[in-house]
């Protein structure tokens, strides 16, 4: 099992560019979301999916799209890169929405410029 | 406000010197209160769940424990391999999202 993996380690913007950060999941669980990691502010949630078909905002979704087509699958889009977007970014899975031992990707490091 | 907020943000040890890390939290109705380790470079890495107080939790040299207003991880003789950031979430009510604290860094010197 590679559990979550997340493509691509390392990206490069220039603002006002468009890219679809990727995230997959080998673990059959239902719950998958987002999060980006900023130095001192902890982690925090973009977006989140409950299951194929349904996707909710977190704490800081604009900017931010996502779509939920499969299991395994959660992308999470930008749509027009901001230099506040530079960021580490985390996808995470839990079984399903009950539980919250999530586990979590590599990490996509972005730098806006 | 701030509903997660871990103390110390940094903490050196000696090899063998134990230590505990706190976080406490402010929300209501607390559903799940969960640690985890994150490694430089990789993403977060899940270590414990406690819901309600009074429960600990044992992993090898760590143990986590929770009160109605805080958890505490406690490292007992801690080894190099031990430093790395330790991150706090807590779960509130019937919200469908953790929300982290900010992290303590963590170095264990041999």
């Known amino acids: 099992n590679a559990g979550v993996t997340q493509t691509p380690k390392f990206q490069v913007l220039k603002t006002g560019q468009s890219m679809t950060l990727q995230c997959a999941q080998d673990?059959?669980?239902?719950?998958m979301s987002w999060y980006r990691q900023d130095p001192g502010m902890g982690l925090r949630l973009i977006h989140y999916?409950?299951?194929?078909?349904?996707?909710d905002q977190g704490e800081v979704p604009n900017g931010y799209n996502v779509s939920r087509s499969t299991t395994e699958d959660f992308p999470l889009r930008l749509l027009s890169a901001a230099p506040s977007q530079t960021s580490v970014y985390f996808c995470a899975c839990a079984r399903d929405s009950s539980s919250y031992e999530q586990y979590f990707g590599p990490g996509t490091r972005l730098t806006v410029t | 406000e701030d509903q997660v907020t871990q103390s110390p943000e940094a903490l050196r040890l000696q090899e063998g010197e134990s230590s505990s890390l706190n976080c406490s939290y402010t929300?209501?109705?607390?559903?799940?209160l969960f640690w985890y380790r994150q490694d430089p470079g990789k993403g977060p890495e899940f270590l414990f769940t406690l819901y309600s107080a009074g429960e600990e939790k044992e992993k090898e040299r760590l143990k986590a424990t929770l009160t109605k207003k805080e958890s505490f991880l406690h490292i007992t003789a801690p080894k190099p391999e031990d430093s790395a950031t330790y991150l706090c979430?807590?779960?509130?009510?019937?919200?469908?999202?953790?929300?982290f604290g900010s992290g303590t860094q963590l170095t264990v010197l041999p």
């Open positions: 979430a807590v779960q509130e009510g019937s919200a469908r999202q953790l929300t």
């Open positions: 999916s409950v299951g194929a078909g349904i996707t």
């Open positions: 929300v209501s109705g607390l559903r799940g």
């Open positions: 673990m059959n669980h239902e719950y």
